[in-house]
């Protein structure tokens, strides 16, 4: 086991025209493009969202390989669903043994799908740094009344992306102190393995409900009540740039529609 | 249970799920896109402790969060939102209405079959649709997709029933602890 590696997170600092985009603009137009992906009818209409989801990625300024390196952590899922195309579906010209030109038609569809989609979902997460991505999420989330549950969930969501490099170390910690008593993680059954596990697990769990209860104390003493502050420290303002943007993805997964209806 | 201790609890237990989480190995080769990761632990904990609403933000968050950080294939992230959610909110809806040992395991039988019906019925749904795939591929899944689900929740369940009465403890503790010092 490592902690550590994933600390950072898939956010990639640089200046560009995608990173500042209003994160609420961005939470959106991604969710628009992820949905028009998956409405696409055939394999020629994936020239639409392909077009603006590349010159996303190119105004990015990221560089593509930044990006391939996410598609490749997926590549067994990827195989898998092209595999289970080729061999599900037949029809058409016969090309080699079991593979047939409709095969590979509708593998080429899959494929095209998921990797459209993994690209858009990553062109959020890498142009947005974590804290503005929750207060994206939050206020997507007021748009739909629940002002004080969102502030919550938005609250709730930086709280945990401030303890995870804290409690990943602690978890390393504990595993080394424990390594060092004697303890041996990686011989035995799995039943035993499990119940070895335990001596992690259980000062884990106690030093994160110590890091709580003190949190609480340290919230309280702020005068934290719950209630969605009237200023913020960090103000989203909307710019016609956001308006551009979410016009972009509007007429993308109208054109999709368009294009699959009628 | 003030609001705030309430939020302070869920936002590190997220935390700690979204390290879990990161923890993910397939048990079967055949079925690589079903991994096994023990991040709904801590949700299960909270939902015991202070009711299945908080268990179920716990796995909102967390899967967020794990998309945040690792990114990636949306729709897989969602479905296991979904079954997580599900899976946390059943087991903590029934230990909160009779808190006791024999509740809280009958509570974590009863979730796991529920959620791997659930869970089986969201797959024929979202197999066909989101891989593009004959029903007949769902079909042939549907033994590991059962025993994926048992297998998971399953090991979730056992490694809370033994961790939770050793863990539960010191909330009490610290509200007598806090209370002695208060006079």
């Given at each position: ?200 697990v259980i000062p884990l769990l106690v030093s994160a409900m110590r890091k709580a209860e003190e949190l609480t104390v340290a ?15 960090r103000q989203l303002a909307w710019s016609t740039k956001d308006t551009i943007f979410l016009a972009f993805s509007v007429i ?11 | ?86 899976f946390v909110g059943i087991a903590g809806l029934v230990y909160s209405q009779k808190r006791t040992k024999v509740s809280a ?79």
């Amino acid at each position: 086991m490592k902690f550590g590696s994933f600390l950072v997170g898939r956010y990639v600092h640089v200046e560009s025209p995608i990173h500042s985009l209003d994160p609420r603009a961005k939470f959106l137009g991604t969710l628009l493009v992820i949905i028009s992906v998956l409405l696409v009818p055939n394999l020629f209409f994936y020239i639409l969202p392909a077009i603006l989801i590349l010159s996303l990625i190119r105004m990015s300024r990221i560089g593509f390989p930044v990006y391939l390196t996410g598609i490749r952590s997926f590549w067994f899922f990827l195989v898998f669903a092209a595999v289970v195309q080729l061999v599900s579906v037949r029809g058409g010209v016969r090309i080699f043994s079991f593979i047939t030109s409709e095969g590979l038609l509708s593998c080429t569809f899959v494929v095209l799908r998921l990797v459209l989609i993994i690209l858009a979902a990553e062109i959020f997460s890498m142009t947005t740094p974590p804290l503005l991505s929750a207060r994206g999420v939050e206020s997507v989330l007021s748009l739909f009344g629940m002002r004080k549950l969102s502030y919550e969930i938005g609250m709730i969501m930086t709280i945990a992306m401030r303890f995870v490099p804290i409690l990943a170390m602690e978890a390393d910690r504990i595993l080394k102190a424990q390594i060092a008593r004697g303890a041996d993680f990686e011989k035995g059954k799995l039943m035993d393995r499990l119940k070895r596990l335990l001596v992690v697990v259980i000062p884990l769990l106690v030093s994160a409900m110590r890091k709580a209860e003190e949190l609480t104390v340290a919230m309280e003493a702020r005068l934290y009540t719950g209630e969605p502050p009237k200023i913020r420290y960090r103000q989203l303002a909307w710019s016609t740039k956001d308006t551009i943007f979410l016009a972009f993805s509007v007429i993308l997964l109208c054109s999709i529609l368009v294009a699959r209806y009628l | 249970m003030t609001r705030t201790k309430k939020v302070a609890f869920i936002g590190i237990f997220s935390a700690l799920a979204t390290i879990l989480m990161f923890l993910e190995f397939p048990i079967f080769p055949q079925a690589s896109f079903l991994k096994y990761d023990p991040s709904e632990i801590p949700a299960l904990i909270l939902s015991f402790l202070f009711g299945p609403g908080t268990g179920m933000l716990v796995v909102l968050v967390k899967d967020i969060l794990f998309f945040l950080l690792k990114s990636g294939d949306p729709v897989g992230i969602a479905v296991n939102a979904a079954v997580g959610m599900m899976f946390v909110g059943i087991a903590g809806l029934v230990y909160s209405q009779k808190r006791t040992k024999v509740s809280a395991v009958k509570g974590m039988i009863l979730a796991t079959l529920f959620t791997t019906a659930f869970a089986l019925g969201l797959n024929a749904f979202i197999v066909p649709l989101y891989f593009k795939a004959p029903f007949e591929l769902f079909l042939n899944l549907f033994a590991f997709i059962v025993a994926f689900n048992l297998i998971k929740f399953g090991v979730d369940s056992f490694v809370t029933f033994l961790v939770y009465k050793r863990v539960s403890f010191l909330l009490k503790l610290e509200v007598v602890e806090r209370r002695q010092r208060n006079g």
